[in-house]
């Protein structure tokens, strides 16, 4: 249960905890194709919180470990893009979790462990919630969910119902505010996580599930102490397809390119940055130097990046209120413009899974963006502007996603007009879902000199006339010359404002700034977990009577919707 008057759950584990709102919030929320029904939620220990460095906003993320290599003995379980479609989704939701994790792994307090460090980030604790004996069941593979509160990085695991966090980091002179994993990652780096003093970790996520009450294991150190850049980071991000590289946005207006597999003590410098106003790129001098590159992208703060799923463009959106988006390995602008009040805070690109194959495909053809205007611009890389806003938020929109599983109801995804869904939340606490389908935007029309405000004549508005050219940043476009799309739903999810929203293959994902996570699951997958659940107690209750309880009894009792 939240409390409404602190931010916080109850530390209660049981199911029924689990689904109790606030009042006001209800368990579900209704689409054209079915209803979303809240599945569970994820939570921090509240007593273990430390707010010494200030509070920061909970970002999420979405990690899949995939199969060991060679070594691993046991195949994984179906992955968030299997092709065994709903009903198997299901069951591997109520059947298995990720690994063999035992029953006491629910609400257990485990002690914690430090390790000096000289830097100023000084000691980091690493604390194993939900394993007090400190060894681990895990088995190399599964899904998890990563969320920062305070000084602490939480790992959950995606596919139980356990509330409490099976691990936490802390970090005692910062805290972390950014993070990424990369499911592809070739060496067992596949982590990043970016503090507010500026410092980022690389670590294998593996590594630290295989290792649970003991110390940080195997992580590498970049911008130690604020080496190359004091300010806060802000956004962090793999490169697609990159072999290792990655880019950290900060909050004095640059992004730098590292490579994980050097040094992240190297030696780099970058020369004075003359004006401010100015995008620039500088090359590190020496090949042994990391960060290799430093952007220069705006006067203010890099609110977030995001790389286009083959890794040739990348988006930032800063505090000025601007898109930018470079190609990225030719450290070009190509396009962008303003919002149309204030700064803009998050921005994601579509993509589109392959239905038989479960793989993104390369979509890219638009970007959203969200912030301080309360609005989400959805923008066309093919025309280079923006082509419809979206008005539905009452505050500021802080989180925006295609659903790249979703399609429309009786289309085999073959047709040339294809229609998106995608996603928004923001800090009025609401979750929002739009259907983009282009052919059915109303272009505005010109006014004449005049003429109707109801543009009932004239002819199409001059935004609509031409595609922007390439490298050009556009002032903020009159209301009245973009298309205007209202929300499919709007669905008050959490008490507290909204930061994070992901979409998987059964669930919508939502993350609160304090540090409460829900799941909610898609219609017809909640349908069929209810039917397998109470097939489960059924066989429970039979095997009870007759005396025989089977190994995998903690299963049949602890994981029913």
């Known amino acids: ?33 079915g209803r979303y029904k809240l599945h569970y939620e994820k939570t921090h220990p509240a007593g273990l919180l ?110 139980t119902q356990d509330k409490d966090p099976i691990k936490a980091i802390h970090f005692s002179n910062s805290n972390p505010v950014c993070h990424a994993f990369d499911p592809d990652a070739k060496d067992g780096h596949d982590l990043l996580i970016g503090l507010n003093s500026g410092d980022v970790y690389s670590v294998s996520l593996r590594q630290q599930l295989l290792d649970l009450g003991k110390k940080l294991v195997g992580a590498q150190h970049y911008n130690k102490d604020g080496c190359v850049n004091s300010s806060r980071c802000t956004s962090i991000a793999w490169v697609p397809d990159g072999d290792g590289a990655f880019v950290v946005a900060h909050a004095d207006g640059n992004f730098y390119v590292y490579e994980k597999n050097k040094d992240g003590a190297g030696d780099s410098s970058f020369p004075v940055i003359k004006d401010q106003t100015q995008f620039s790129v500088s090359h590190a001098r020496y090949s042994k130097s990391n960060p290799i590159a430093r952007w220069h992208i705006c006067p203010g703060s890099i609110n977030s990046i995001a790389f286009s799923t083959d890794g040739a463009y990348i988006a930032t959106v800063g505090r000025d209120g601007y898109l930018r988006v470079f190609d990225f390995s030719r450290e070009q602008l190509v396009c962008g413009g303003k919002s149309y009040y204030g700064a803009l805070l998050c921005c994601a690109w579509s993509g589109i899974i392959d239905n038989e194959m479960m793989l993104n495909s390369m979509d890219g053809k638009y970007l959203l963006t969200g912030g301080e205007d309360d609005l989400v611009q959805v923008w066309s890389m093919e025309d280079r502007k923006v082509v419809a806003w979206g008005e539905g938020h009452n505050s500021w929109v802080s989180g925006v996603a295609f659903d790249p599983f ?57 935004h609509w006339d031409n595609a922007c050219p390439v490298g050009t940043l556009q002032p903020a476009p009159s209301i009245r010359d973009v298309p205007k799309i209202s929300p499919l739903v709007a669905h008050r999810v959490h008490t507290d404002p909204l930061s994070g929203l992901i979409f998987t293959q059964e669930s919508v994902v939502t993350a609160c700034r304090e540090g409460h996570v829900k799941i909610w699951m898609r219609p017809g997958v909640a349908e069929i977990q209810s039917s397998n659940s109470e097939a489960l107690l059924s066989t429970s209750s039979k095997d009870k009577q007759s005396g025989k309880v089977g190994g995998n009894s903690y299963k049949q009792n602890n994981h029913q919707v």
């Not at 049981?14 to 194709?33: R, V």
């Not at 059915?440 to 010109?446: K, Q, S, Y």
Request: glycine share 12%; proline share 7%.
């Open 1 to 33: 249960m939240i409390n409404t008057t602190n931010g916080m759950m109850s530390p209660s584990s049981s199911t029924s905890a689990n689904n109790t709102q606030s009042p006001g919030l209800k368990t579900y929320f209704k689409t054209p194709e």
């Open 50 to 159: 430390h707010y010494g460095h200030g509070k920061t906003v909970t970002q999420v993320t979405l990690a899949h470990l995939k199969d060991k290599p060679a070594s691993a003995s046991p195949p994984a379980p179906p992955s968030t893009y299997s092709t065994g479609g709903v009903r198997s989704a299901a069951a591997r939701l109520l059947g298995s979790s990720n690994g063999s994790r035992a029953l006491s792994f629910v609400g257990a307090n485990g002690g914690s462990k430090s390790m000096s460090g000289n830097g100023r980030i000084g000691s980091i604790g690493v604390s194993s919630l939900s394993n007090p004996t400190g060894t681990s069941n895990f088995d190399g593979k599964g899904t998890y969910l990563i969320f920062n509160v305070g000084d602490a990085i939480f790992i959950c695991d995606l596919n």
């Open 406 to 462: 979703w399609s429309p109801p009786n289309s085999d995804g073959t047709g040339e007009n294809v229609v998106y869904r995608f996603g928004s939340v923001g800090q009025d606490t609401q979750l929002l879902l739009w259907d983009l389908e282009m052919d059915e935007i109303v272009v505005p029309l010109r006014r004449c000199p005049g003429g109707s405000p109801t543009f009932s004549t004239g002819s199409q508005s001059s």
